[in-house]
């Protein structure tokens, strides 16, 4: 079956620690996307890729980084700078598409970090 | 002003009653627009998408879009208690790439009694 898989399920960081959450999809989707959520928040964008190579930063990028080296692959690292990093964290692609697009996205079971 | 928003709730209906979830946004030349369904823990599920004024039905879902008036909602018809959960309205917009990303709402939250 496809889908979006996030790993680990559960993270624990330390103060001053760098921290990679894993993102793979194999639906064949172009945009990836790494949201973080806040209890009683929406899902606000942290970064997001259209392309292979490429990505845009989102609403909240400070202390965080990614990469995107395969279409498959989008992981998010969360580092020190990232002062207040306990949320949930979710992943999701989209086959992508203009502003007509009504494709919407599929999320991966989604990664809790806490800090320790 | 919030780009999307929604009364948190929580809305709470009898079973096999309709649930109503209201969402209206700010940015005019929004296109497309999208809710999601979330239980506790949880990730994110989505259940319609329109982008065109009117109704759109699909099976107990009637997603509705006014654009003029700027508002989408979500009809959920025979409620059920296993429709419980937070529904996130959200809408596509530009970005400075080009691409059209969408904003999410807070979420309302719903419970659907016995």
């Known amino acids: 079956d496809g889908g979006i898989t996030q790993s680990p399920k559960y993270l624990f960081r330390k103060e001053g620690q760098n921290v990679t959450l894993s993102c793979e999809q194999n639906?064949?989707?172009?945009?990836m996307y790494w949201y973080r959520q806040d209890p009683g928040q929406g899902l606000r964008l942290i970064y997001y890729?259209?392309?292979?190579?490429?990505?845009q930063k989102g609403d909240i990028a400070e202390g965080y980084s990614v990469s995107r080296e395969k279409k498959e692959s989008f992981p998010l690292t969360v580092t020190s700078a990232q002062k207040n990093p306990t949320a949930f964290y979710l992943c999701a692609s989209s086959i992508g598409g203009g502003p007509l697009s009504s494709y919407g996205y599929t999320f991966g079971s989604g990664t809790r970090l806490t800090v320790v | 002003q919030k780009e999307v928003e929604q009364n948190s709730g929580p809305l709470s209906v009898p079973e096999g009653a309709i649930a109503s979830l209201n969402c209206t946004y700010s940015?005019?030349?929004?296109?497309?627009f999208f809710w999601y369904r979330q239980y506790s823990g949880k990730s994110p599920e989505l259940i319609m998408s329109i982008y065109s004024n009117g109704d759109k039905e699909d099976g107990r879902f009637t997603a509705q879009l006014n654009k003029a008036s700027q508002y989408v909602s979500l009809l959920i018809r025979d409620s059920q208690p296993s429709d419980s959960a937070t529904y996130l309205c959200a809408v596509n917009r530009g970005s400075s790439g080009g691409s059209y990303i969408p904003t999410f709402g807070r979420g309302t939250s719903l419970i659907v009694h016995p």
């Open positions: 639906l064949n989707h172009d945009a």
């Open positions: 940015d005019r030349v929004s296109q497309s």
């Open positions: 890729s259209q392309i292979v190579n490429d990505f």
